[in-house]
């Protein structure tokens, strides 16, 4: 984590570079006037990086007070939270090791939990807070075929942030899903599916960090639920929902067998 100004309150932002870089340049000076940033490692799928990563994902008890205590060593409160962390295992579910896929559920699932769980009181107590899940265009789909558990947990913090925020009305906290699509970061060139995905979608599919961050944070500004960035993808996400069940599955299936999945 990083301090970015020693005054008094600010905003936590965990996850990928691209995001977490646009996310500072659309909220940190109009808004916040401390950061902290928290960003993951460079790669998530290699050999090199499989150790850290799953000690990360081990830690995630241990890390959640530790970074409690380097906020209050700033004398920063929390007023905004942005969970971002995340990456994708394209190899396939039985090709996994079984390590990996609980880093996974760990670092994208449990530690978005426990950080909203770990700042929320204090936003309700001050009566102000911006809790963010960047969750995807993917949790609204029916499945994400050779990335099994990808989608399953971008459900998870959908439905997750829609709770709270039922929870948090009227105290002043405001909580909103961001459900982007394809989106112009690393996440591709770390998961190895670069080639891949440019092949399958045009560039008309495809929108900037700065983008999503923007009306991510207008969407939690606004309080909204939910928000997916784009009417392509607005489009998709309601295809998926209307469609006979097996049908939807095949759409989705389609998807996968274009990046070469399953």
Excluded at 95 to 102: F, G, Q, T, W
Excluded at 239 to 246: E, G, Q, S, V
Aim: include cysteine; proline fraction near 6%.
């Amino acid at each position: 984590a990083r301090g970015l100004s020693p005054e008094a309150y600010g905003c936590a932002l965990v996850g990928a570079r691209a995001v977490v870089v646009s996310l500072y340049r659309t909220i940190a000076r109009p808004v916040m006037h401390g950061v902290i940033a928290c960003r993951m490692p460079a790669s998530s799928t290699d050999d090199a990086f499989a150790p850290e990563a799953q000690a990360a994902a081990r830690a995630v008890a241990a890390a959640t007070p530790l970074l409690a205590a380097a906020v209050a060593a700033r004398g920063l409160a929390v007023d905004g939270l942005v969970n971002n962390a995340g990456y994708s295992r394209t190899e396939g579910f039985v090709n996994a090791e079984p390590e990996a896929l609980e880093a996974m559920i760990r670092v994208m699932l449990t530690a978005p939990v426990a950080l909203s769980r770990l700042c929320a009181p204090a936003m309700v107590e001050r009566g102000y807070g911006r809790i963010l899940n960047v969750a995807s265009l993917a949790g609204r789909m029916p499945a994400t075929g050779g990335d099994t558990l990808y989608g399953p947990i971008k459900s998870f913090l959908i439905k997750a942030s829609a709770g709270l925020h039922l929870e948090m009305r009227g105290t002043g906290v405001h909580v909103s899903a961001l459900c982007p699509g394809y989106t112009l970061t690393e996440f591709h060139d770390v998961n190895g599916s670069r080639a891949e995905v440019s092949a399958a979608y045009p560039p008309w599919m495809w929108q900037t960090a700065e983008h999503v961050a923007r009306v991510g944070w207008d969407a939690v500004e606004a309080n909204r639920p939910q928000v997916t960035p784009g009417l392509i993808n607005t489009a998709l996400a309601a295809l998926a929902k209307h469609l006979p069940d097996r049908l939807a599955l095949n759409m989705v299936g389609g998807h996968a067998r274009r990046l070469r999945r399953i």
